[in-house]
């Protein structure tokens, strides 16, 4: 699921071609429906589905989304700069098969301005985490994090630049190995896991 440019399902996307990836992403779904992401996904053969969510309640677009995914046939769902705050319904849904990266190590700066936030507080790293969403913002249990070093004067558009290099390379792998584990959906099953 993503709102903007779909850079992050990019490279979940490419990951997941690579030989041996143990997933396949069978749907990618947004809440605007001229997200560039969407037109990324398209062009290289992804289904795509999208429903505004202008006009209606939280809960009513959500149980549109929620549809589209499950009639995809989709097991997990990666958030992918989805910038809706969920209700605990629909999280419950998914629970323990929702994954989000945040560009942040978390517990540290959740929510927004997180690289500035970093740079002020005087930290040597900013850094990604990858984690399982719960009703709490950016508070679900970690499966990975990845640091990076902070430079000497460091603006946070730069900062941000590196730190969305290694979430690329970190989210794919935490998908990776998440959808492997002994937790995974439909464990007996043999085919690769859809996303």
């Known amino acids: 699921m993503l709102s903007g440019k779909g850079t992050t399902m990019s490279a979940l996307l490419h990951a997941s071609r690579l030989p041996g990836s143990p997933y396949e992403i069978m749907l990618v779904a947004s809440n605007i429906p001229d997200a560039p992401g969407l037109e990324i996904a398209q062009a290289e053969g992804l289904?795509?589905?999208?429903?505004?969510?202008?006009?209606?309640t939280r809960e009513a677009h959500e149980a549109v989304m929620d549809a589209a995914l499950r009639e995809s046939g989709a097991?997990?769902?990666?958030?992918?700069?989805?910038?809706?705050?969920?209700?605990?319904?629909?999280?419950?849904?998914?629970?323990?098969?929702?994954l989000n990266t945040h560009p942040s190590l978390l517990p540290k700066?959740?929510?927004?301005?997180?690289?500035?936030r970093a740079i002020a507080a005087g930290d040597s790293h900013g850094g990604?985490?990858?984690?399982?969403?719960?009703?709490?913002l950016d508070d679900g249990p970690l499966l990975?994090?990845?640091?990076?070093?902070?430079?000497p004067g460091d603006t946070p558009e730069e900062l941000g630049d590196r730190v969305r290099l290694a979430e690329y390379q970190l989210y794919p792998r935490c998908l990776a190995d998440y959808v492997s584990g002994p937790h995974r959906a439909g464990s007996t099953r043999a085919?690769?896991?859809r996303i």
């Open 191 to 193: 085919a690769a896991e």
């Open 75 to 98: 097991e997990y769902v990666a958030l992918c700069g989805y910038m809706r705050i969920l209700t605990e319904g629909f999280v419950e849904g998914w629970a323990g098969r929702m």
């Open 47 to 56: 289904p795509t589905f999208a429903h505004p969510h202008r006009g209606m």
């Open 144 to 151: 990975g994090q990845l640091p990076v070093a902070i430079l």
């Open 128 to 136: 990604c985490s990858v984690h399982l969403v719960t009703a709490e």
């Open 109 to 116: 700066y959740k929510g927004l301005d997180t690289h500035q």
